[in-house]
């Protein structure tokens, strides 16, 4: 949560640094601030509540702000409400040091009643002014450099922060330090960046660096040192972001996310491809040999939201596939309830980020417990990726959309390519019917183009429900777990109350919610299962219930039950996930749209969840 970027070089501070945020504004988006410095004058700091457009708008997209060394921040409130008093960056009172921060400062209670005992006094709500402070206040009782004075804070804070500082008697100069918060440094020729994600920099440069845990760093003509607690410099090199520029942009799309729709089928063939060699899925080079796979005797798989999701739609078809027993968990709560691990557990992490915070905590749980652990993680060095045992990369590129769609898409692939494999190395399936699997996943991404060629009967059924207050979402097997995610889309940009339930449990008590025109959309993409299914429709249905079924071509009788039915391709079963979670992608967008909503910037909600 939060985005914080920083730029100074040769250029104007203020535009570089707008341009940066919008390409944060996914992490954070109820305030924005910048604080510009030219040369030895004093730091402009401008700050505005509400989106970024309106601090774009008070500084004249930044034309109006002098300097050539500054830093801002899009913030998502966690302490103090969202208001300017608040937005970041935070001065000290003579403006000595000033400071931008994202992560939380968990101490800062203690640390506020230690200032305010040594003469400090407090405007805002948040733990960013008190660590600026504190800043200010070690760099003058010791008298040393800002290397100093910030190793001594952050020895002094319990949290997670990454922070970008400035001091008025470095005014050419940007400190930062990073704990368990995203950073990353990027260069080019005489010009120096910080940000929370790659976006924000990617137009200007590739060359990044990675500050690991405890470091900090100092940014300065055209060159950065970085530096340990102690004070002593830490040899780095730079690594190139693969990610081109445009991935990060609109591409002629009204939104980020009918954008990142429609990257599905690419990014699928290339996660898929990144495994795939001559016609056999080869896991050794992510560090799983068959040697590893055969020892592999259950699986515990841990995430959150949509990436907690794809682990149930694993949970199917690796239990199925493979027969070792899966167990799905919610990062935030497999944390705390002292989960039962040993040496014996492969425990899969499922992450787009590579940040959420209960994510990260959970492979620390693992991997204390002495548990392997494998993540599948979308963001090349993020902290996820770079604790775990091994780690599958999806190659979805960046997702700027809040709400997650390619990323969700490349994760279910990411877990065929490994259910498959381990059935192969298990013994469980034959060649034939290895092959088979295999064919039916390249098969994906063409069919999910079709889905998306026919959006526009999405778009017409959407355009009815505009106005929908509740709706249900129902199936079973695979399609319960479908049905998670297209009702979590619902709710997180249409705004739409929604609730998805396994079909069979909706007699149990749900059912007494139905009435006359609620929606309830219904998932049928598993032949066994279908009768069943049918029959809870029909169960709604007499209680007043409007159905629109999802289900595969071929299953035209379901006319006779449901008022609305969208058709999709038929593929193998365990990989139907893939394919009937796009119309309920396309419904989410089209009833956000239809009610005006920011698809891309859904209320109260930010892509990169780094708080608990
Ligand atoms: C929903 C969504 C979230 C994320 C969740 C985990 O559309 O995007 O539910 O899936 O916050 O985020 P990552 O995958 O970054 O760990």
Redesign the pocket.
Request: aromatic share 0%.
């Given at each position: 949560m939060c985005g914080i970027v920083g730029y100074v070089g040769r250029e104007q501070a203020a535009p570089i640094l707008l341009e940066g945020l919008s390409k944060l504004e996914y992490r954070g988006y109820d305030s924005a601030g910048i604080v510009v410095r030219d040369g030895e004058k004093k730091a402009e700091v401008i700050k505005a509540k509400g989106k970024l457009e309106n601090l774009s708008e008070k500084t004249n997209n930044g034309l109006d702000i002098k300097g050539k060394c500054g830093i801002g921040h899009t913030r998502w409130a966690t302490h103090g409400e969202p208001s300017e008093l608040n937005a970041h960056p935070h001065v000290s009172d003579d403006m000595n040091v000033v400071a931008v921060h994202n992560g939380i400062i968990e101490n800062y209670q203690e640390l506020k009643d230690k200032l305010i005992r040594k003469g400090y006094e407090f405007y805002s709500q948040t733990d960013t002014e008190i660590l600026t402070k504190l800043v200010d206040y070690y760099y003058k009782k010791y008298k040393v450099g800002p290397i100093d004075a910030i190793a001594k804070t952050m020895v002094r804070v319990r949290g997670t922060y990454a922070i970008a500082v400035m001091f008025k008697d470095y005014p050419n100069e940007i400190y930062v330090a990073r704990k368990d918060s995203p950073l990353i440094l990027g260069i080019t020729d005489g010009d120096c960046y910080l940000a929370s994600d790659v976006p924000a920099i990617l137009k200007h440069t590739r060359n990044v660096y990675y500050i690991d845990n405890l470091e900090m760093a100092r940014m300065h003509d055209g060159q950065i040192d970085f530096y340990n607690l102690d004070g002593d410099i830490v040899p780095k090199d730079t690594v190139e972001i693969k990610w081109d520029a445009e991935a990060a942009e609109k591409g002629g799309y009204e939104h980020f996310m009918m954008k990142e729709i429609h990257e599905q089928p690419r990014i699928i063939t290339e996660t898929f491809n990144s495994v795939y060699k001559n016609g056999k899925i080869d896991l050794s080079e992510i560090g799983l040999t068959d040697d590893i796979i055969k020892n592999i005797s259950k699986v515990t798989i841990v995430?959150?939201?949509?990436?907690y999701h794809v682990g149930m739609v694993a949970q199917y078809v690796i239990e199925d596939l493979v027969r070792v027993p899966v167990r799905v968990e919610l990062a935030s709560e497999f944390r705390y309830r002292s989960p039962i691990l040993s040496e014996d557990d492969y425990v899969i992490l499922i992450?787009?980020?590579g940040e959420?915070e209960d994510?990260k905590k959970a492979v620390s749980e693992a991997k204390a417990h002495g548990a392997k652990t494998l993540a599948i993680v979308n963001v090349v060095g993020s902290s996820i990726a770079r604790e775990a045992d091994n780690v599958f990369y999806t190659l979805a590129g960046p997702e700027i959309s809040?709400?997650?769609t390619k990323?969700y898409s490349a994760q279910l692939i990411a877990v065929y390519a490994i259910a498959t494999e381990f059935a192969r190395v298990k013994g469980k399936i034959d060649e034939e019917k290895y092959n088979y699997y295999i064919n039916e996943i390249l098969t994906l991404p063409s069919k999910i183009e079709k889905i998306i060629e026919n959006k526009e009967r999405i778009q017409w059924i959407a355009n009815k429900f505009s106005s929908a207050k509740d709706v249900f979402f129902i199936g079973r097997g695979i399609d319960y777990a479908i049905c998670l995610e297209g009702s979590?889309?619902m709710k997180?940009i249409s705004y739409i109350h929604s609730e998805a339930y396994a079909a069979g449990e909706l007699k149990h008590g749900p059912i007494a919610l139905i009435e006359d025109g609620i929606l309830v959309i219904s998932c049928l993409t598993q032949e066994d299962l279908f009768e069943k299914t049918v029959s809870n429709m029909v169960e709604v249905k007499s209680r007043g219930a409007v159905l629109l079924a999802v289900t595969t071509y071929g299953h035209y009788n379901i006319e006779d039950n449901s008022n609305y039915v969208t058709y999709i391709p038929k593929t193998d079963e365990h990989f139907m996930a893939s394919l009937a979670v796009v119309p309920m992608q396309l419904m989410g967008y089209y009833l956000s749209v239809s009610k005006g909503i920011d698809v891309d910037k859904p209320k109260n909600l930010a892509k990169?969840?780094t708080v608990e």
């Open positions: 995430a959150c939201g949509s990436a992450s787009q980020s959420t994510t809040v709400a997650t990323a979590l889309k997180e990169s969840v």
